[in-house]
Structures are given as C-alpha cells and as structure tokens.
C-alpha cells in the first residue's frame, strides 16, 4: 500500500523558523516533492529529493532520509504569505505515469 | 510559458446533469494529469495521458468520468449523471519528459471547483 503522514495544522510566529515533517510507506521510491497550495490556488513546486540530505533554497530546505521513509520542510525567517498549505508527495514506483502520491498537506498558520 | 489553464473556475450543476472542463497544459510538455481534490486533503490521481495516449487510470475513476486528450495538446474530463460525491477541485497538470522525467515536478493550474447541488 501507499501512505503518506503529515502533521494536519502547524501554527509558528513570523520571523520564526518551522519543521513541517512527512513519513512515508510507498510502493517503490523515486523522489519525494514538496508543494506549497494558498487557499483557492494551484500547488506550486518547491523542492525535490532523490538522495539523503539537504537541500536549500532560500528560506526553504528540504530533507530526505530514505532509510527512515522521513522528509522535513524547513521554512526559515517565516512571512505573513507562508501560510497556506504544505503538501509532501512521492513518485513511488517506477510506471508509465510517473504520477505523484500525496500526502493530505499541513495547514501552517504564520501569526504576527 | 503561460502555465497551465484550466476553464471554468467553478461549476455549478444539479445531480444527473453532465459536465465538461478543459485543461490547457505548458506547450512543450508532453505529459498531462487530471487529480480531484476535496477540502482538507491532498489531491488524488485520476488519470495520466503521454502525448495523446491515456496510459493509466486509477480505480477512482467511475465509469461516469472520462477523458480526452484528442491531439496530444489540450484535454477535457467530462462527467456524466454527476452526484454530490463528485463535488471537489479538478485540477490539470503537466510536465516534461527531460531527463527521462523521473526527476520533473507536476505543473498544477487553478483547478475547477465543481459543485454538483
């Protein structure tokens, strides 16, 4: 089976820096994706994982250990327009499709 | 590179009626995805097309919903005698076949928001 574990709400302050964490169990492992979805808006891309480790992009990162089926969002000097939903997803095994399995996201709430 | 379109915004339709969107993926991208997403949740595979193809379907998908992708650029999902179950978002994606594909992100549009009354 398929199944993707995120927090459901996480609330920080502004400037702050958060953790939003994802477990997985999937059929297969080709990557694992995070996006960010505003309320009413697409999922927009933020970071891809294939191999252990951190990657950084700005005030964002994102880390996957493939041993432990674990990611992390690291959200740093957090703005008011950080809150929105953050979604983990996995390119399980390798098919025609090369879809993406989702998580159920993690509503972030940044607060004055 | 105008994104992914999607038409319309929102629907409104009573049980029974039958419905129909578009999607307009990224020009150069050959791979185009339908999902459903509904309220406080990640969204859910539908179907996959390569090009003009339709490659996979997941069991979600009822023999009410079908879909088209007639020359391999834009493509519709259409759904016949909607019920209350059906209301969610409808969201398009696309993305490339670069580098195999394997390490391409899903371009998402703004989805359709259907609800059926």
């Known amino acids: 089976g398929q199944n993707i574990d995120q927090p459901t709400e996480m609330t920080a302050t502004e400037g702050a820096i958060v953790q939003i964490n994802c477990t997985y169990q999937t059929s297969g492992f080709n990557g694992l994706f995070w996006y960010q979805q505003h309320a009413g808006e697409a999922p927009t891309f933020l970071s891809y994982n294939v191999l252990d480790g951190l990657e950084e992009k700005g005030r964002f990162s994102s880390f996957l250990s493939r041993s432990k089926g674990y990611s992390y969002l690291l959200l740093k000097e957090l703005q008011m327009k950080d809150s929105a939903s953050y979604l983990c997803?996995?390119?399980?095994?390798?098919?025609?499709?090369?879809?993406?399995?989702f998580g159920s996201g993690t509503r972030l709430l940044v607060r004055p | 590179d105008t994104g992914v379109s999607q038409d319309p915004r929102h629907k409104i339709t009573k049980r029974g009626q039958n419905v129909t969107f578009r999607c307009d993926p990224i020009?150069?991208?050959?791979?185009l995805y339908w999902y459903r997403q509904t309220l406080g949740q990640g969204p859910e595979f539908l179907t996959y097309f390569q090009n003009e193809a339709q490659l996979e379907k997941s069991r979600l998908l009822s023999d009410r919903f079908s879909a088209e992708r007639p020359k391999g650029s834009f493509s519709t999902l259409e759904i016949q005698r909607t019920e209350q179950g059906d209301s969610a978002m409808y969201l398009c994606?696309?993305?490339?076949?670069?580098?195999?594909?394997?390490?391409?992100?899903?371009?998402f549009g703004n989805g359709t928001r259907l609800t059926v009354t």
């Open positions: 994606a696309s993305s490339t076949h670069e580098q195999g594909g394997i390490k391409s992100p899903l371009h």
């Open positions: 997803a996995v390119r399980g095994r390798m098919d025609s499709s090369y879809k993406l399995i």
């Open positions: 020009s150069e991208h050959n791979r």
